[in-house]
T-cell receptor
Framework: TQLLEQSPQFLSIQEGENLTVYCNSS?????LQWYRQEPGEGPVLLVT?????EVKKLKRLTFQFGDARKDSSLHITAAQPGDTGLYLC???????????FGSGTKLNVKP | KAGVTQTPRYLIKTRGQQVTLSCSPI?????VSWYQQTPGQGLQFLFE???????NKGNFPGRFSGRQFSNSRSEMNVSTLELGDSALYLC?????????????FGSGTQLSVL
């Protein structure tokens, strides 16, 4: 059983559409990170959130950490083909450098 | 600054053999973590080393072991390989090894066990 449940598992959308990816848990995390991974490469960090209720924006990407620090969401506005990839959330408990990863959301943005 | 380097990139072994994977972290980074990535289980934490000491460990059998050298380079070893050990093994480094730090991942070693 995964500590972090990520949904949806797969998402195939047209360029220009909006989407939201969810990351949920019953555990409280001291920090939560979002990564994007492309085939044949390691994950690349997009953002780290540490405060409950925190919202961070990275161009067309908006990240939110739940008030209770048990869940997070990633919203992409006007998706582009370059956004295609595997999106992973990862949480740390007690600020240990041991991350629990969600199962990932495979996003395909069609031109 | 050079990124995290993992060698080899691909490896094919047979059941029962052992394998050693290598990871060179970003210069100045003292923490090195190892993760196993499979289609079924996703990314799972193996262990983390900081200043040559194992600080955190995941739920993997004792066949999986690792070490870190004084220059922060790390190796992981898997003995008595099983078919289920086929996976992408990822190494990540960070400066201080804290949970709110940025992890820098290597491209991984793709291990196939036949």
């Amino acid at each position: 059983t995964q500590l972090l449940e990520q949904s949806p598992q797969f998402l195939s959308i047209q360029e220009g559409e909006n989407l939201t990816v969810y990351c949920n848990s019953s555990s409280v995390f001291s920090s939560l990170q979002w990564y994007r991974q492309e085939p044949g490469e390691g994950p690349v960090l997009l953002v780290t959130v540490v405060t409950g209720g925190e919202v961070k924006k990275l161009k067309r990407l908006t990240f939110q950490f739940g008030d209770a620090r048990k869940d997070s969401s990633l919203h992409i506005t006007a998706a582009q083909p370059g956004d295609t990839g595997l999106y992973l959330c990862a949480g740390s408990i007690y600020n240990f450098n041991k991350f629990y990863f969600g199962s990932g959301t495979k996003l395909n943005v069609k031109p | 600054k050079a990124g995290v380097t993992q060698t080899p990139r691909y490896l094919i072994k047979t059941r029962g053999q052992q394998v050693t994977l290598s990871c060179s972290p970003i210069s100045g980074h003292r923490s090195v973590s190892w993760y196993q990535q499979t289609p079924g289980q996703g990314l799972q934490f193996l262990f983390e080393y900081f200043s040559e000491t194992q600080r955190n460990k995941g739920n993997f059998p004792g066949r999986f072991s690792g070490r870190q050298f004084s220059n922060s380079r790390s190796e992981m070893n898997v003995s008595t390989l099983e078919l289920g050990d086929s996976a992408l093994y990822l190494c990540a480094s960070s400066a201080k090894g804290q949970g709110n730090e940025k992890l820098f991942f290597g491209s991984g070693t793709q291990l196939s066990v036949l």
